[in-house]
C-alpha cells in the first residue's frame, strides 16, 4: 500500500488485468498521498474522495466479474479545474466561478469515466488558464514537487505537480500557449499537446478559441499514449473537432527510429537559454544519435515573428471570453489576469486579423520544414523552475522576467495546431527537472510517442517520484 502511488499507469493496470490488484486500494493509496502531501503541493482545488471510493468499489466488481474495460479501468486520475463535471464545482481557477456547477460532463470527462478511470477530484491552476506560473491569488500557488519553494508552471500547475508527485495516476491539462507542457518540463513528467482538433473541447471553458488544445499528462510516455487513446475522436458538439481517423497510440512504441530526420532549429530556442538546459538539449541529441536517428541543426527565421503572432491571438480571443467579466466583474479578476486581458481588449481588430494572416505565412513555412525532416527538437523551458516569489530569473547574468520567459519556447506549436510533446531529460545543477520538446506533422501522435519512448528506455527519467 505504501508504494502503489509509485505505479505507472501500464505496471498497475497488468496488476489490475490479473486481479493482483484491487482499484479500491489503489485508489485509496493515492487518496492518502494527497493527504500526506497536499498541504505542502497544493495541487488540487477539489478532492472527490467519496466518490472516487464509490467508483473504486464499483471498478473492482466489474474487473472481477469480468468486465474489465481496459487499461484505465480503476485507474486514479485528476482534471485541471476547467474540465466540465456534472454536479461538481468547476472555478476555472477564479473567484467568478469558484460557485459555478455545470449541468453535463465535458466530452473528455465522459470518455475517461466511460473507460473506467477514477476521477481523484479538480486540480489548481492558473486564473482563466492565463499565466504560466499557476501562482493564483484565490487557491494559492501550485508548488514543486522537487522545492517546494519553486514553481510548477502553468497554466496546468496543479496537474503536473499532482502526476509528479504521486496523487494521481495522470491527469489532463489544457495548453494554449504552453500549458501542458511548461508544468510538465518543470515537474519532469511527460505532457502531450495533441494536435489542434484531434481532441474534444465540449464542456471545456475556453481561453482562445483558435489556440486552445487539451491534452494528458503522465510520469511514462505509454502512460500518456493510454490516457489519449482514451480522449482522442471526433465529436459533433465540437466545431473544431477533427474527422479523422484514431488509432492506437501505444502500437508504434517499439519501433526503430534509426534513420529518423530532427532539425534542431538554432534560432529563437536559443536566443535566451540557461547554459544548463542547452548542455542537456545537446546530450538529448546526442543519445538519438546513438539510436540511430539524424540531428540536423538548421535556420528557420521565421519563429522570430512567434511572440507577435501568438500574444495577439491569444489575448484578443481571451479578452472576448471575458468581455462581460471585465465589465461587471473586473474588481473580482486576479491583477496579473486582468492586465492581460485589459491588453487584449485594446487589440484592435486590424492588428487581430493581421496576425492571422501572418499565422498562415508561418504555418507554411513550418509545414514546410516536414517536406525533408521528421520531428522537430527543442528545449521545453529555458530553464529550471523559478522560485514562487520570484519575479525575474537569472539566466547567464541577465534577469529574465518569468511570465514571459516561460512561455516563450512553446507559443510555436500553438500557433501551428501541431503536435508536441515534452519529455524529462535531467535536471539542473538544483536538482530541478528539465524538459525537451518534440513536434511532428499534424496527427502523427503516434509517431511522437514512438520516438519519445525510444529516447525513455535510455534515460534515468522514467517515473521517478520526488520525496516531497
Not at 196 to 215: A, C, I, K, Y
Not at 328 to 334: D, N, P, V
Not at 354 to 367: I, P
Not at 405 to 431: C, D, H, V, W, Y
Amino acid at each position: 500500500m505504501n508504494n502503489l502511488h509509485k505505479l505507472s499507469i501500464s505496471e498497475a493496470s497488468e496488476l489490475l488485468n490479473k486481479k493482483d490488484l484491487s482499484p479500491v486500494d489503489l485508489v485509496n493509496a493515492h487518496l492518502t498521498r494527497i493527504k500526506e502531501t497536499e498541504s505542502k503541493l497544493n495541487s488540487f482545488i477539489t478532492v472527490l474522495e467519496d466518490t472516487a471510493i464509490k467508483s473504486a468499489i464499483q471498478a473492482e466488481k466489474e474487473i472481477l466479474s469480468g468486465k474489465r474495460k481496459g487499461d484505465l479501468h480503476g485507474i486514479p486520475i485528476g482534471l485541471k479545474d476547467l474540465y466540465f463535471t456534472k454536479g461538481v464545482p468547476t472555478t476555472i481557477g477564479s473567484e467568478i466561478y469558484k460557485n459555478f456547477i455545470p449541468e453535463y460532463d465535458a466530452k473528455v470527462t465522459i470518455d475517461l469515466t466511460e473507460a473506467g478511470a477514477i476521477i481523484l477530484g479538480k486540480l489548481q491552476m492558473h486564473e482563466f488558464a492565463l499565466g504560466t506560473t499557476s501562482h493564483n491569488p484565490h487557491y494559492g500557488s501550485a508548488r514543486n514537487p522537487w522545492n517546494t519553494e519553486c514553481a510548477t508552471g502553468g497554466s496546468s500547475g496543479g496537474s503536473g505537480s499532482s502526476v509528479a508527485a504521486g496523487q494521481c495516476m495522470g491527469a489532463l491539462g489544457s495548453d494554449t500557449g504552453g500549458s501542458i507542457r511548461i508544468p510538465s518540463a518543470l515537474c519532469g513528467i511527460v505532457g502531450m499537446k495533441p494536435t489542434f482538433g484531434r481532441v474534444s473541447r465540449h464542456g471545456v471553458f475556453p481561453l482562445s478559441n483558435s489556440l486552445d488544445t487539451v491534452g494528458p499528462m503522465t510520469r511514462t510516455v505509454e502512460d500518456n499514449a493510454i490516457m489519449l487513446n482514451a480522449i482522442s475522436g471526433h465529436d459533433e458538439n465540437d466545431i473544431y473537432s477533427a474527422k479523422v481517423e484514431v488509432s492506437d497510440f501505444k502500437a508504434h512504441l517499439e519501433e526503430d527510429i534509426a534513420g529518423l530526420k530532427i532539425a534542431r532549429p538554432r534560432t529563437y530556442f536559443y536566443d535566451v537559454i540557461d547554459k544548463e538546459v542547452l548542455e542537456l538539449i545537446d546530450t538529448a541529441c546526442q543519445k538519438f544519435e546513438s539510436l540511430g536517428a539524424e540531428v540536423e541543426t538548421i535556420d528557420l527565421p521565421i519563429l522570430d515573428h512567434t511572440l507577435a503572432i501568438s500574444g495577439t491571438i491569444l489575448l484578443t480571443e481571451a479578452a472576448e471570453i471575458h468581455s462581460e467579466n471585465l465589465k461587471t466583474k473586473s474588481e473580482l479578476i486576479g491583477e496579473d489576469v486582468k492586465l492581460r486581458l485589459q491588453q487584449g481588449a485594446l487589440t484592435s481588430g486590424v492588428d487581430y486579423v493581421k496576425s492571422q494572416r501572418g499565422r498562415s505565412v508561418y504555418n507554411q513555412k513550418m509545414n514546410e520544414l516536414f517536406e525533408t525532416y521528421d520531428i522537430i527538437l527543442a528545449p521545453t523551458v529555458p530553464s529550471g523552475a523559478p522560485f514562487i516569489e520570484a519575479d525575474s530569473i537569472d539566466i547567464n547574468g541577465t534577469q529574465e522576467l518569468i511570465g514571459p520567459l516561460m512561455a516563450r519556447l512553446t507559443r510555436p506549436q500553438n500557433i501551428t495546431g501541431l503536435p508536441t510533446i515534452s519529455i524529462p531529460i535531467g535536471f539542473t545543477s538544483k536538482q530541478l527537472p528539465v524538459g525537451m520538446q518534440l513536434t511532428s506533422p499534424a496527427f502523427q501522435e503516434g509517431l511522437l510517442y514512438n520516438v519519445a519512448h525510444q529516447f525513455e528506455k535510455i534515460s534515468t527519467m522514467k517515473n521517478i517520484i520526488p520525496t516531497v
